[in-house]
């Protein structure tokens, strides 16, 4: 069998079959369509602005590492004018982020970027290791996400950087997707599914709530990001976590590749249909659009409207198909008329029209009977509607007079500071501070040491008193 030709070049032979749609392409021609996409994502995001400082998230895994590579191609290449920097977390996990913090040290040398490192136990006390030992391994995630989204946040304000880019993948965006369903969190849904994740605030005068998070890598299938650092001779670290098998994530995840092995294309249909679903949040366009789209002095007034219009993190900047926007406009009419309140009359009007008699006194055969209801909705600050149903469509109840709809308040979060730490928060105390709180209330108080310990030799001769008196009892 005669090997496939290049799908691009029509003239290399085929070395990649592209996961995201099959594709046989060869190795410049994979590399070369893996960076456009990510171009493409960039440039209809509207994710950055020409001279930004940018830092990247930097794990040392294979997400972050082929972000990083893919920013220095694409800003050499496109000319975006950006001041690329690696900020590094270290949550404090023994065997596992000492080992991934030396390959990102290694790449930041390769690559020529600024380094910044900075650690759980320097901002909050505790490591990792610290915290699980304490609250178990189920759970323990929560801790490490929460601190690690405000450590990210308070490493960009150490570096004087208003943006900060993570390299979650397609597959990471589709896992969320399901978990918040799966949890029935459809408000998380919302946000989760957007591209920019967190923005500037202008009534913000605090450094550390001043950052933006976004995704580049949103539409790239994970396979296809192990590809590229397989031909790219990226260094990565690939060992995972040894405490998220017990996420909640994992089972997550574990679905999402057995829905790819059956159809390649149903991770970014996850995406797509989460970030349509996530338009029918009732009070998602305010959330995800105003307050995640960036300002107005980071994102032209082209994506603002393409954001209105398809929403945040489309990828083609369109909408769904026509049954939806019909359902859209339809949820968004009966939500303004619950809001504004709406009262719905039911008159009864009921008469014979053009009824003859004969000689004998009985109706003729041209007589009519209008035995309808009259319904007039009237709605304020609308044209009053009405209709007309038949009487057998009220199945013999009693009419009803007149009712209100009482208007249902959707309840909508309004960001403010920590009163302790001054961090982003809709409540009056961050989650971090909050965790922080308990896992400092079950720390022990006091240590058991004694003066034998920190002499030289005071072990052993501790244990030769030890071994003295059992001889001396026997």
Not at 88 to 96: N, V
Not at 220 to 233: G, M, N, R, S, T
């Amino acid at each position: 069998m005669p090997p496939h030709p290049c799908a691009h070049c029509h003239t290399n032979r085929a070395l990649i079959l592209r996961p995201k749609n099959h594709q046989r392409l060869c190795k410049p021609c994979f590399l070369a369509a893996f960076e456009a996409e990510i171009h493409t994502t960039i440039t209809r995001s509207a994710l950055f602005a020409p001279g930004e400082r940018v830092a990247i998230g930097a794990s040392g895994g294979k997400d972050s590492t082929v972000l990083a590579s893919v920013l220095q191609t694409l800003n050499a290449r496109h000319g975006y004018g950006l001041e690329l920097l690696l900020l590094a977390i270290d949550e404090g996990i023994r065997g596992y982020r000492d080992d991934a913090l030396a390959t990102v040290r290694r790449n930041a040398e390769r690559d020529g970027l600024p380094l910044m490192v900075l650690g759980y136990a320097e901002l909050y006390g505790w490591t990792m290791d610290e915290v699980v030992a304490q609250v178990g391994k189920k759970g323990n995630c929560t801790y490490c996400g929460v601190f690690r989204r405000q450590a990210l946040d308070r490493g960009a304000a150490r570096l004087g950087v208003r943006h900060v880019v993570t390299g979650h993948n397609a597959d990471d965006v589709a896992e969320t997707v399901l978990m918040n369903l799966l949890r029935g969190d459809l408000p998380r849904l919302a946000r989760s599914t957007s591209i920019v994740t967190s923005t500037p605030s202008s009534t913000s005068t605090s450094e550390i709530t001043n950052i933006k998070r976004s995704k580049p890598l949103k539409y790239a299938y994970e396979k296809e990001i192990v590809l590229y650092a397989h031909h790219k001779k990226l260094e990565y670290f690939s060992t995972e976590c040894i405490y998220s098998p017990e996420a909640f994530r994992g089972s997550a995840r574990t679905l999402i590749k057995n829905l790819e092995r059956i159809r390649p294309s149903s991770i970014l249909d996850i995406v797509k249909s989460g970030e349509d679903m996530a338009k029918l949040v009732p009070g998602a366009e305010d959330s995800r659009c105003n307050g995640h789209c960036g300002d107005r002095g980071q994102v032209t007034d082209d994506a603002v409207d393409d954001a209105a219009k398809a929403g945040c993190g489309r990828e083609e900047g369109q909408g769904g198909d026509e049954e939806m926007r019909n359902m859209e406009r339809r949820l968004e009419q009966n939500e303004k008329a619950e809001r504004e309140g709406s009262e719905i009359e039911v008159t009864s009007k009921t008469s014979r029209l053009g009824q003859n008699h004969n000689s004998n006194g009985d109706a003729s055969s041209d007589s009519r009977v209008d035995d309808t209801e009259s319904v007039k909705t009237e709605i304020p600050g609308h044209q009053t509607q009405s209709k007309t149903v038949p009487n057998s469509a009220l199945n013999g109840k009693p009419k009803a007079k007149s009712f209100a709809i009482t208007p249902r308040k959707i309840p909508q979060q309004k960001m403010g500071q920590c009163e302790r730490c001054g961090y982003l928060s809709s409540q009056p105390v961050c989650k971090a501070c909050v965790l922080l709180e308990g896992l400092n209330k079950n720390r022990p108080k006091t240590t058991i040491s004694t003066e034998a310990d920190e002499e030289e030799g005071g072990a052993e001769r501790m244990q030769k008193g030890f071994d003295d008196l059992l001889v001396a009892d026997g």
